[in-house]
Structure formats: structure tokens, C-alpha cells
């Protein structure tokens, strides 16, 4: 990793809230990966998680095929959680459009 995508990951790792994150494109490219190691069919589902509320909330999110339920749902955001108050672990999504396309990428 070169350049302007170990800057991302340097600056995820920065980020103290977070244990996992990852950056991904809408045509399921990821482009940096801090410990989440999504599989494809994830990163699918995430791609494809602001066409469908019903089946997003209802299924929930997965990630390394430990379940996250979804409780809200406000784009650009969906988020949720799994676990309980003492053992519990947050989840969310996020989707924007850079200003700059990476690598290559149209937008």
C-alpha cells in the first residue's frame, strides 16, 4: 500500500473509537482495510445496504460472519449494534462521495 491510501489506513489506525474500519468503492473495491478483512459477500451487502431499508434492518450487518443488528437507518448513516451493555460492539455505515477521485476512480 503506497501514497495516499497508507495515508487512510494511518489515519484510521489514528482514530482511538475504532477497532476495525475499512474504506470501500460502490463497485466493491476496497481500498484500505484496518483489521476488518470483510469477505465478499459483506462488502456486497454493504455496498448494497441504502437500496433496501427492510431487508438492511432485518438482516443486519455481518462482518466476518458476526451478526450486528441494525437499529437505525438515516442516510448517509446506518448503524447498530451486537452484545449487551458490558460486552457490546457498535456498527455503522457511512457513505459520502470524495471531492477527488482515488485511485483512478469516476465518481
Avoid at 500500500?1 to 489506525?13: A, F, P
Avoid at 473495491?29 to 483489521?35: A, C, E, P, Q, W
Avoid at 466476518?64 to 456498527?91: A, Q
Wanted: aromatic share 10%; glycine share 10%; with cysteine.
Amino acid at each position: 500500500m503506497e501514497g495516499q491510501n497508507q495515508e487512510l489506513l494511518n489515519k484510521l489506525k489514528q482514530e482511538r473509537d475504532w477497532h476495525h474500519s475499512a474504506i470501500i468503492t460502490d463497485s466493491e473495491k476496497v481500498i484500505v482495510d484496518n483489521g476488518c478483512n470483510l469477505k465478499p459477500d459483506e462488502i456486497k451487502f454493504f455496498v448494497n445496504a441504502y437500496q433496501d431499508r427492510d431487508t438492511t434492518v432485518g438482516e443486519g450487518f455481518f462482518v466476518n460472519d458476526v451478526h450486528f443488528d441494525v437499529h437505525r437507518f438515516h442516510p448517509p448513516l446506518i448503524y447498530g449494534r451486537r452484545g449487551g451493555p458490558d460486552d457490546g460492539e457498535g456498527i455503522a455505515l457511512c457513505r459520502f462521495k470524495p471531492k477527488e477521485a482515488v485511485e483512478g476512480e469516476t465518481y
